[in-house]
């Protein structure tokens, strides 16, 4: 039940893209995204609802694929401060929530 | 706004003893969950209070138990403590269920000996 992310590890250069993807074997309710920083809580990101639009929040986006029980953090320009472990978080219609093992993006100058 | 509260932050157990994770939030909430995270295995969920006075295994939940003290307060007991329970442990609030993003405390990185 735990979703699948990809890739593992990404290094990335100032003002890159990266995408990272989770995908799940069930089908969702909703999806969410965190950011965490070495020895730090994570982060609470954004959630997607079924039925829901794409959201955004300054540079980070993510899209639900509802169909494909896919989704996608999209990260344009990225900044030094984005740097961290990102982990998707999947809700199955009411079965437990499960956490992705997680996504590290390191930016580099 | 104090957000989630852990205590303590770092703790050193001998194999056998036990202890208490206390954690308290200040916002409200009513559902408060207990994640151990692991280096590559993400955050797994011990267990999970969806209100007061409920509270229901997760993923993990052998050699833990739980206590819904209050609305605010949700504490996490290990009653004979594992090498294997050696981890980073996160508790973590919610207005109510998985539709709202999850609030964590800073962790408590518990090491048994």
């Known amino acids: 039940q735990q979703p699948v992310q990809s890739p593992q590890a990404v290094i990335l250069r100032e003002g890159e893209d990266a995408v990272i993807n989770c995908s799940s074997s069930?089908?969702?309710?909703?999806v969410h995204w965190y950011r965490q920083k070495h020895g730090e809580a994570p982060i609470f990101l954004m959630i997607?609802?079924?039925?829901?639009e794409q959201k955004g929040h300054d540079k980070i986006s993510a899209s639900f694929n509802e169909k494909k029980q896919q989704s996608s953090l999209y990260l344009t320009a990225s900044q030094l401060s984005y740097s961290g472990t990102y982990f998707c978080?999947?809700?199955?219609?009411?079965?437990?929530?499960?956490f992705g093992t997680g996504t590290s993006l390191t930016v580099i100058p | 706004n104090a957000g989630v509260t852990q205590t303590p932050k770092f703790q050193v157990l001998k194999t056998g003893q036990s202890m208490t994770l206390q954690c308290a939030q200040d916002?409200?909430?009513?559902?408060m969950y207990w994640y151990r995270q692991d280096p590559g295995m993400g955050l797994r969920l011990i267990y999970y209070?969806?209100?007061?006075?409920?509270?229901d295994k997760g993923e993990v939940p052998n050699g833990y138990n739980v206590s819904r003290l209050n609305k605010r307060e949700f504490s996490l007991r290990l009653e004979s403590a594992a090498p294997s329970q050696t981890s980073v442990y996160f508790c973590?609030?919610?207005?109510?269920?998985?539709?709202?993003?999850?609030?964590f405390g800073s962790g408590t990185r518990l090491t048994v000996v």
């Open positions: 973590a609030s919610t207005p109510q269920s998985q539709n709202y993003g999850y609030t």
């Open positions: 069930k089908a969702l309710y909703s």
């Open positions: 997607l609802l079924k039925g829901g």
């Open positions: 978080g999947t809700d199955n219609f009411g079965n437990q929530f499960y």
């Open positions: 916002m409200n909430h009513n559902s």
């Open positions: 209070s969806a209100s007061e006075g409920t509270t």
